[in-house]
């Protein structure tokens, strides 16, 4: 099959997500200073274990493959390892983001005695003078120990940096440090959503350094970004990973109380497509909301539609233009053809 056809199968929406992602909590005992959903306290209404499991059966149902599970701190939540545990007796895989300081040793056991159990731990720096100022005091040192615990017990997780102008220097050394546990390293896209948008001018790459970052990640296709950095492709070459925006279409999330939108970058209302708490749940939102079905039938219009780079990047990653203020019609903020944007001078 090719790319082009692959894309219009995507475009248009499947008849359930590849990537879901499950905010299972805000609930939270770090404040990274670019949390996507600027998480720190547990919401009141979260979905009780009980409507939780309803919303696993509906996926099981809809022949979900697996979930990204995130926060918010997931494990944080008291009935984490009984839901996480219902997915799996269901048959849908489990990949969850933590930041390790909740794996102790009876955690980092149960981890390591699932199948089909995926675990992703977060660090933005390859010490604690790179990572703490971003994640927070001694997040480095706890997250490096949950690394420890899991290496022990013969558990081969992956590693996951948000790549920002501070530790892109750095790639190198995250790697070996992945490497070094016979983990794998996974990068993200800084996207200025939540807390991320009071640190974007501060944290986000340079022009220079994204192109840095596209030969860097050519020569290394053994780093994973999910979709991350496809507005890079109109560089040339795609970079390994999903090459557009599946929001609607092939991803979504639910967050902590059922709300459905578009993708995990994209919470704000004008990108929620309903409530699993409403008539039809889940299934009735992924097949029938209005938002889904125009995000299926949509295209980046504009300028971008003329570029002859426009069937390697899409027109870029919808959540950074609406949280920069962009139109969706216009090009990415970190378009490879902009003029490079102005830099604000790093704090510290």
């Known amino acids: 099959m090719s790319p082009d056809t692959t894309y219009e199968i995507f475009r248009q929406g499947l008849d359930a997500p590849i990537c879901l992602t499950w905010e299972i909590t805000y609930g939270c005992n770090l404040r990274c200073v670019h949390c996507l959903s600027s998480s720190g306290k547990r919401r009141r209404d979260e979905l009780t274990t ?12 809809m022949k979900v493959f697996y979930i990204n ?40 056991d149960w981890i390591g005695s699932r199948d089909y159990l995926d675990v992703q731990i977060s660090l933005d720096g390859v010490d ?13 040192d706890r997250a490096r120990r949950a690394m420890e615990r899991l290496a022990a017990r013969g558990v081969r997780f992956k590693i996951n940096a948000v790549v920002t102008r501070h530790n ?22 800084l996207r200025p959503t939540g807390r991320g948008g009071d640190v974007w001018a501060d944290l986000r790459p340079s022009h220079a350094q994204n ?17 991350s950095f496809f507005h890079l492709s109109a560089y040339g070459q795609p970079v390994d ?42 299934p009735r939102i992924w097949r029938e909301s209005p938002l ?26 919808l959540a950074v233009k609406h ?24 704090s510290g």
């Not at 889904?292 to 990653?317: D, I, K, P």
């Open 50 to 61: 009980a409507e939780a499991r309803r919303l696993i059966d509906a996926w099981a149902e």
């Open 69 to 108: 599970v995130g926060g918010g701190e997931p494990m944080s939540r008291p009935d984490f390892f009984t839901l996480m545990d219902y997915a799996l007796a269901r048959g849908i895989g489990v990949k969850f983001s933590t930041n390790g300081t909740l794996i102790d040793d009876a955690a980092a």
């Open 128 to 140: 604690a003078a790179s990572n703490d100022p971003v994640r927070g005091a001694r997040s480095y």
């Open 168 to 189: 892109v220097a750095d790639l190198d050394a995250l790697l070996a440090l992945a490497e070094g546990y016979d983990a794998e390293l996974r990068l993200t896209r």
């Open 211 to 227: 192109r840095l970052l596209y030969d860097w990640l050519l020569a290394h296709p053994q780093v994973l970004t999910g979709d």
């Open 241 to 282: 990973g999903l090459n557009m925006c599946g929001a609607g279409r092939i991803v979504c999330c639910v967050d902590p109380v059922g709300e459905v939108y578009a993708c995990p970058f994209m919470l704000a209302p004008a990108f929620s497509a309903g409530n699993v708490r409403g008539d039809g749940g889940f």
């Open 292 to 317: 889904f079905a125009h995000l299926r039938q949509w295209q980046v219009g504009g300028g971008c539609q003329t570029c002859n780079a426009y069937s390697l990047c899409h027109g870029g990653c």
């Open 323 to 346: 949280f920069t203020g962009r139109s969706l019609d216009a090009p990415d903020p970190d378009c490879v053809f902009a003029a490079p944007a102005p830099v604000a001078a790093a």
